[in-house]
């Protein structure tokens, strides 16, 4: 399918040169308007059909199929279903590990960017204004800045799956790093199971999920601090504000737009957590369903239980909270007095 | 990023000033505004100015060391042989263990996982860029009845969870007969990147002069000659960034192969193939293969991040402006 693109592309371009024109002459000039309005239509129409075609089978049918399978008790094994009308979502309101899946992704929703994005806040304005005053400027950033973006970013780009194997090791009880530094310094009696521990568990893909992403965070706020006009900083200054005051009064009101961009990416991360719970919990969402998400729970259900009608109404149920997530950062993030600069 | 010249830096939050500073080239320098230079002056900035310079070195540092350490852990452990990992972590190889890379590398098949993941990777992200591309220029450049209607359809793509559609597609892809193959995986991963493709390149093109093009197309040439010979080539700096972008989500990509690509172990791309070491590792008991495997998986990387690094991080955090 996708090499239909340039075929089509191809023929176009053969077509388009009528035949027997010498040089690279004026001859379009000759062709009459209605023969163009047909060159362009079919020219649209040769690069949309592709892409249309391979996005509507692969994306949009299938995600429209979610709300039809929903409604039936297909197991995926075979072709026969019956329809069961909304029988699929009672049974999700009563199902006490779908809801503690759920929960926890709304868990992850409201810890995980508050930690992310204070995190990277906060380093991105240590990088930027966190240095000593270089002679008449108003702000100046730490040395080596450039080397710690480097460094703290380097997360963002492994892959998911080389982050999570790694901590996975890093929560080890025995031969695990974690474990190794609190014996090293002395601190052996705070040992754990970590991910063994139904109490933990969840903690460990919380810190898992923010030390792979606050680099990313650091270095999108870094671009919009240095996005600011010194001047501002400098009449700050001029009016005798501290750092501190700088950050909450100045800085952070003038990157709003950036931090509500980051709140929704980072939201969308929490509402998935796919790959994190997956590899690195026991049994992939323990122990005792400790860390359990929604989508693993669909997974499961879909692909192991033999349930794809009950799992296609857990997407749907995860549809709607993240709808309701999107709208209400939009909502929330809409403000009535923007600042330009 | 840079305040010495007037062009606008990168701004999130707004996909057309990012276009168009990445059309200026993303050459130059690009210090932090106020990073301080090599000459930095001696004279401080008062007392609250140096606490604070302390005060946030250190936890910079700190900082430093959480992300760099676990995968010098890593790298270390990699050289380990297993009963040494277990007896002390934190210990310096006594000898250098190579036969752990050489394990990881055969008979873990990391080789192999790597050599899928560049098959798929490399088929879907040109196959995604130029797709992509013929997408966002006709809908950013030529007016036709339903422009918005295919716009809204592509870009509404990114407001949804992959996941959703996922149970569907499998039932699909089987119907075609594209699980577990190659091709399959590479026409879902670029089906799953066009929207924000679309999105990001439409703009793009939306910023480009047409004066060029108009010049071309008098002198007669093709619409789809004036698409790949003028226009594409001026897209370029938009192109490297959201190229990136797509390497590196597909690269990554956890989910979507666990659902289409898990029948022949072979074929498993090298997140699910780590995954699947690691698992492995708890009954095998091949600790150093593990972390060989893992230093293999990440040094390609690392050499991509350090030499791009810049495009890296700008083609990552156009990703944010969705």
């Not at chain 1, 020219?43 to 089978?57: E, H, K, R, S, T």
């Not at chain 1, 966190?130 to 108003?138: I, K, N, S, T, Y």
């Not at chain 1, 790694?166 to 090293?184: D, E, H, R, T």
Request: net charge positive.
């Amino acid at each position: 399918m996708a090499s239909d693109g340039p075929a089509v592309a191809e023929a176009t371009k053969e077509a388009a040169s009528p035949p027997g024109r010498s040089g690279g002459g004026r001859g379009e000039r000759r062709v009459s308007p209605h023969h163009r309005t047909y060159l362009k239509y079919r020219f649209v129409a040769g690069f949309l059909a592709a892409p249309l075609v391979l996005y509507g089978v692969l994306v949009v049918s299938p995600f429209f199929q979610t709300f039809y399978y929903s409604l039936t008790d297909w197991t995926g094994l075979s072709s026969d279903f019956a329809f069961v009308g909304l029988d699929n979502f009672s049974r999700l309101m009563e199902d006490e590990i779908f809801r503690k899946a759920l929960w926890h992704n709304v868990l992850l929703l409201l810890v995980l960017p508050v930690i992310t994005l204070g995190l990277g806040l906060f380093f991105a304005f240590m990088l930027n204004v966190g240095g000593r005053h270089r002679r008449g400027e108003a702000v100046a950033g730490v040395r080596g800045s450039h080397f710690y973006k480097i460094v703290y970013f380097f997360p963002q780009a492994l892959s998911i799956a080389i982050v999570v194997v790694l901590w996975k090791y890093i929560f080890n009880p025995v031969g695990g790093l974690l474990n190794g530094v609190l014996s090293a310094v002395g601190l052996g009696q705070w040992q754990q199971s970590w991910l063994g521990d139904p109490r933990l568990a969840f903690w460990c893909v919380v810190i898992v999920m923010v030390w792979a992403n606050v680099g990313f965070y650091v270095v999108l706020f870094s671009a919009a601090m240095g996005s600011i006009p010194r001047e501002i900083y400098e009449a700050t200054l001029l009016d005798g504000a501290g750092r501190t005051t700088t950050f909450f009064r100045v800085t952070l009101p003038l990157m709003r737009d950036t931090v509500q961009t980051g709140w929704v990416y980072m939201g969308i991360m929490a509402l998935d957590a796919f790959a994190v719970v997956h590899i690195l919990t026991v049994n992939a969402g323990g122990p005792a369903y400790s860390t359990i998400v929604a989508p693993v729970y669909l997974y499961n259900k879909a692909f192991q239980d033999g349930q794809a009608g009950y799992a296609t109404a857990v997407a749907v149920a995860l549809l709607i909270v993240t709808m309701v997530f999107s709208v209400a950062a939009m909502a929330f993030g809409r403000s009535k007095d923007r600042i330009e600069f | 990023m840079t305040t010495a010249e007037p062009s606008p830096s990168l701004r999130p939050g707004d996909p057309e000033e990012t276009a168009a500073a990445l059309t200026k080239g993303t050459g130059g320098p690009r210090r932090p505004a106020n990073a301080p230079g090599k000459d930095a002056g001696r004279s401080g900035g008062g007392t609250e100015g140096r606490t604070l310079n302390a005060f946030s070195h250190a936890f910079l540092v700190l900082w430093a060391v959480m992300a760099a350490g676990p995968l010098l852990w890593a790298v270390m452990n990699s050289l380990k042989s297993s009963g040494a990992i277990l007896e002390n972590p934190w210990s310096l190889p006594k000898r250098l263990n190579w036969e752990n890379w050489s394990f990881a590398w055969n008979e873990a098949n990391i080789g192999q996982y790597t050599i899928n993941s560049v098959i798929v990777v490399g088929g879907s992200v040109i196959g995604t860029m130029l797709l992509g591309s013929m997408v966002a220029y006709v809908l950013a450049r030529y007016d036709f009845p339903g422009n918005r209607l295919v716009y809204f359809l592509f870009v509404g793509g990114m407001a949804f969870p992959i996941i959703v559609a996922l149970v569907p597609l499998f039932f699909v892809m089987k119907n075609f007969a594209l699980l577990n193959t190659y091709h399959g995986l590479i026409l879902v991963y670029i089906a799953y990147s066009l929207p924000f493709t679309v999105f990001f390149m439409s703009a793009f093109f939306r910023t480009l002069p047409s004066s060029i093009a108009e010049a071309a197309e008098i002198d007669g040439a093709s619409h789809s000659r004036i698409f790949f010979q003028v226009m594409l080539p001026m897209a370029k700096p938009g192109l490297i960034s959201v190229g990136i972008f797509n390497f590196l989500g597909q690269w990554n990509q956890y989910l979507i192969p666990q659902v289409v690509h898990v029948g022949d172990a072979d074929k498993y791309v090298l997140t699910q193939g780590l995954a699947n070491l690691a698992a492995q590792t708890g009954y095998r008991g091949n600790w150093g293969g593990l972390f060989a495997g893992l230093t293999l998986a990440v040094l390609p990387i690392l050499v991509v991040y350090v030499v791009f690094q810049r495009q890296v991080q700008a083609g990552l955090t156009a990703g944010a402006l969705k």
